[in-house]
């Protein structure tokens, strides 16, 4: 069973920064996707960013420029830094893992509080 433990939210100011890090277990990390969501009060959750393990990205255009997203297979960790942060990033930011047969997320994390004050 894969388990995912995220790490590193808080609460910031704007234009602050702030690593999260999702450390991935059970299954082999090679053969999944791992991705970044984010849902804010009263929102939908978003995808935020994904990475293969071979290191292709994707970046959802809200954050393009400011988020950098990594991948450590020796660690089986993947990271999200988090740069010039706004109000508007303020959500609950959760880890997922998508195996590559799949079509979906299957493996959640329990989530990370972000709070970007103005």
């Known amino acids: 069973q894969v388990e995912l433990v995220e790490s590193g939210g808080g609460l910031v100011q704007a234009g602050d920064s702030l690593r999260l890090s999702c450390y991935f277990s059970g299954r082999t990390f090679s053969m999944y996707v791992m991705g970044w969501f984010r849902q804010a009060p009263g929102k939908e959750r978003e995808l935020v960013a994904a990475?293969?393990?071979?290191?292709?990205?994707y970046d959802a255009d809200s954050v393009k420029g400011r988020f950098t997203q990594s991948r450590d297979n020796a660690k089986n960790t993947v990271y999200l830094q988090m740069n010039s942060l706004k109000p508007e990033d303020t959500a609950v930011y959760y880890c997922?893992?998508?195996?590559?047969?799949?079509?979906?997320?299957?493996?959640w994390g329990q989530g990370t509080q972000v709070t970007v004050s103005s």
């Open positions: 990475i293969t393990s071979g290191g292709s990205t």
């Open positions: 997922a893992a998508q195996h590559l047969s799949t079509s979906s997320y299957g493996y």
